[in-house]
């Protein structure tokens, strides 16, 4: 996980694919589709093949009539099941969903905090609006927009509160802690308030990359309806100085052309489109478009629409086409940080700034307000 | 150590249950008190790998569980951050997750409050975890009023009390109609419940897992508390550890369970407590005063003498001498500080301690340190297991919750002296019963299954409550 130049390359492991059908094609009840050990070895597959990130998806637009009609696997909460695959994997980025309408910051920034802690600086955070709708509605200064990011900057606030230093376990004293660089959050906003301080210490990326929606992800995603589109978006996205991920369905010619299995696919529930990339072909051709769109990006999130068939393509014949020979292996020395391998800058601490440039906060001190 | 048939302490009483066992469950407070300089970088505290150590050695113990409670604000003190001791810690369900792929048998209970959630999230998250461990997931189930701790949320603190408990029961009635609702082996049903607090139209995503639901455990010692416990808990958390005490206790609670129509042994009750073991009695006696000193800092003691005077007493507070003669002057308990509440009145408070120095002849250090202490099973292997082997056949409670003396090999002498002792006199098992908590637990599937009336909410409702 080292920036390479090159977009990095996440396989995305929620349920059976992201083909609305693809759970119909198993025949396992949903309890051993779920079953750890199978979440284990798929993310274990995915860093054995060179994957740079894995994601674990909160929401797909079809959950509810999927699932409803017994066709669907259901999900596990991504945070959690990115915590458990921590302790199973090594290199590899863990990237987790989680829904921001209505969700308490406070829960949020210690549960991803603690990921992070359990993934040991490789993990990320990709806020989605709700279950139904990945970005928020409505124009920058809408409710939504306004609420997602209070949402985002409450829980940065919140891991900005213990500043790096804030341990001093000094017996002679009697004190663990660093009052001076301990803090309260303060947030008030229109939608949150958050007193602080986190329960859980600063992560150890200080703060996690943020991968999704609006002027406040560290990595913006884009989908497009064909890669001309996606591509226009990135440039348009990088224009506005953000860094980009790309989302793409992908469906490859199998054991039966890509269009036979689609078409089988689309019988049993209609796959309406999702704002996603969606590509559909050869490896060959697929490995292609995406490296012409490489350059416009930062990072590919690879959506399987069946994983079971689609993973095992894009880990021989598509991420080879997208990293020159060994760029992959050399960037699978252990312990980098998946800031570092997304091409950010360290995280910043508001309070060390404050301190640091000669301000003062008026949360600095432990001093409760 | 008994090995002399004749003398087989079973046979020298009418035991109640001359063939039970005892559970024993790893146990972390919030603010553990360890030595900070056996520990090269602070930050191990926090370190997922340091857990999983610590939880490897309660497994190879064959503990039951792992308990965690829960902080929803870090404690202050005199208006400040209270920088005194180890503070934070994971969040218990990711560490949990975590941990699930670190062990094979041992259980995990989180302490989750009911008041600043909403029920199809923890269903999920509870569910989640449930189905990476296996089936080895348990929820203890607490809520919170204090406005103090609501303005981490934006849900805040807008309950009143009564109000409170209802909403945790419907609250609780929702997470487990959601566990129930998605069966491992079909289809998940679409829940709707549409009660006076909680209000919830979900088709649940996570299926259940081996144990079916995870065990449900609560604490409480009030009236309403043990009759709550008694219609819905499979786990009890407790304080009473004294044998006639601990006695009285979990007969009262069985009773209550029989009178919902259980067997009543399904409910297991476990007080928390100390366990200092060492070679020799002498020894462990050592260990454990040495803890105490380590426990009792200056710093320590005079906050304790603080909260109650609610201000600063460095310049003029002499540890080792008496009490301030004037004050406290505040009339409002505003700090909890582990032996001092917030519904205390700080001037009956210091009038009780000045009498209780005065009785007994104690400085400030000796009455802190009276007033803090908690009873500890201290002891040779051999002492403590035939002392716990007694409560436990005498139906005492069914076991403990262990609060390690260090991290992460605070369980050390407690896996590798006292549970052999344990296994030598009969009374702690020599593997895991099987796979889940559930059965490692000794319990049947969960109440609400078995006594579906008892899934229902009582009229008026009764209170879940709070437990740090």
Do not use: C
Not at chain 2, 16 to 33: E, M, S, T
Not at chain 2, 91 to 110: E, K, N, P
């Amino acid at each position: 996980m080292t920036s390479t130049g090159r977009p990095l390359v996440g396989l995305e492991l929620d349920g059976a694919g992201a083909h609305p059908a693809a759970s119909a094609l198993s025949a396992e009840t949903p309890a051993r589709a779920l079953a750890p050990d199978r979440l284990a070895a798929a993310a274990r597959a995915a860093e054995d093949a060179g994957f740079d990130l894995v994601w674990l998806a909160a929401a797909r637009p079809w959950d509810a009539a999927a699932l409803a009609g017994g066709s669907g696997h259901g999900r596990l909460e991504p945070v959690e099941a990115a915590a458990f695959l921590a302790a199973v994997t090594t290199r590899v980025g863990l990237v987790a969903e989680t829904t921001v309408a209505g969700a308490e910051p406070f829960h949020l920034a210690n549960r991803l905090a603690s990921l992070d802690w359990a993934a040991q600086g490789r993990a990320g955070w990709a806020p989605v609006w709700s279950t139904e709708q990945h970005a928020p509605a409505g124009g920058s200064g809408s409710s939504e927009h306004t609420e997602h990011q209070e949402v985002v900057d409450a829980v940065r606030a919140l891991w900005d509160t213990w500043e790096d230093g804030v341990f001093l376990a000094d017996e002679a004293t009697g004190r663990f802690l660093d009052l001076d660089r301990w803090h309260y959050a303060d947030v008030r906003g229109e939608h949150v308030s958050v007193k602080g301080p986190s329960i859980t210490p600063r992560p150890p990326q200080g703060h996690l990359p943020v991968l999704g929606y609006g002027p406040g992800a560290d990595l913006v995603r884009v989908g497009g309806a064909d890669p001309a589109d996606a591509a226009s978006r990135a440039d348009a996205a990088r224009a506005a100085g953000a860094r980009v991920v790309l989302d793409v369905e992908v469906l490859l010619d199998g054991d039966h052309p890509a269009a036979d299995r689609l078409a089988a696919l689309d019988a049993r529930a209609t796959w309406a489109p999702t704002g996603q990339l969606r590509l559909v072909g050869s490896p060959a051709a697929v490995a292609e478009t995406l490296a012409g769109l490489a350059p416009h990006v930062d990072a590919i999130r690879l959506d399987p629409a069946v994983r079971a068939v689609d993973a095992p393509l894009l880990a021989t014949h598509v991420l080879p086409a997208l990293a020159s020979p060994g760029t992959r292996a050399a960037s699978s020395g252990g312990g980098s940080r998946l800031r570092d391998a997304l091409g950010l800058t360290p995280a910043q601490n508001r309070f060390t700034l404050a301190r640091e440039g000669g301000a003062t906060t008026p949360t600095a001190g432990g001093r409760a307000a | 150590m008994t090995t002399d048939p004749r003398s087989d302490p079973r046979r020298d009483h009418d035991y109640a249950r001359p063939d039970a066992r005892i559970h024993l469950n790893l146990f972390q407070p919030f603010g553990p008190v360890y030595e900070w300089s056996r520990t090269p970088r602070p930050q191990d505290y926090y370190e997922f790998e340091q857990y999983a150590q610590l939880v490897a050695t309660a497994e190879r113990g064959l503990f039951s569980a792992v308990f965690l409670g829960e902080s929803l604000r870090l404690r202050e003190h005199l208006g400040a951050l209270n920088d005194i001791a180890i503070t934070g810690r994971p969040d218990a369900l990711t560490l949990f997750a975590y941990l699930a792929a670190r062990t094979t048998s041992i259980g995990f209970v989180a302490t989750l409050n009911t008041t600043y959630s909403e029920p199809a999230e923890l269903a999920r998250r509870l569910a989640t975890v449930d189905l990476l461990t296996g089936g080895r997931a348990g929820w203890n189930v607490v809520t919170t009023h204090n406005a103090w701790t609501g303005e981490n949320f934006r849900r805040g603190g807008y309950l009143a009390a009564a109000d409170r408990y209802r909403r945790a029961e419907e609250y609780v009635a929702a997470v487990q109609e959601l566990w129930d609702a998605f069966p491992a082996d079909g289809a998940p049903r679409p829940v709707a419940r549409h009660g006076a607090f909680v209000d919830v139209e979900v088709l649940p995503s996570v299926p259940a897992s081996p144990q079916g639901q995870t065990v449900y455990f609560q604490a409480g010692d009030s009236d309403e508390g043990r009759d709550f416990a008694a219609r819905r808990a499979e786990g009890v958390f407790t304080h009473h550890i004294e044998h006639d005490e601990a006695v009285a206790f979990t007969a009262d609670l069985r009773r209550r369970a029989r009178a919902y129509g259980r067997p009543g042994d399904d409910l297991k009750v476990f007080p928390g407590a100390a366990v200092v073991v060492a070679e020799t009695d002498a020894e462990a006696r050592d260990k454990a005063r040495h803890f105490r000193d380590v426990f009792l800092t200056e710093r320590r003691i005079r906050q304790v003498v603080e909260s109650v005077w609610g201000r600063d007493l460095s310049d003029e507070l002499d540890v080792d001498g008496a009490l301030p003669a004037e004050g406290p002057s505040v009339t409002e308990q505003t700090l909890t500080h582990g032996v001092v509440n917030s519904a205390d009145d700080p001037r009956r408070k210091a009038a009780e301690w000045r009498a209780l120095a005065a009785e007994r002849g104690l400085t400030v250090r000796g009455l802190v340190e009276h007033l803090t202490s908690t009873r500890e099973f201290v002891g040779s292997p051999g002492t403590v297991a035939d002392e716990l082997a007694h409560l436990v056949r005498s139906d005492a409670f069914d076991g403990l919750n262990v609060t390690p003396q260090a991290f992460p090999d605070g369980l050390d002498d407690v896996v590798d002296l006292l549970v052999p002792a344990l296994q030598e006199r009969g009374v702690y098992p020599e593997a895991y019963a099987g796979t889940t908590l559930r059965e490692n637990l000794g319990l049947p599937e969960s109440v609400g299954r078995r006594v579906p009336e008892l899934a229902l909410l009582p009229a008026g409702g009764a209170a879940v409550e709070g437990a740090a």
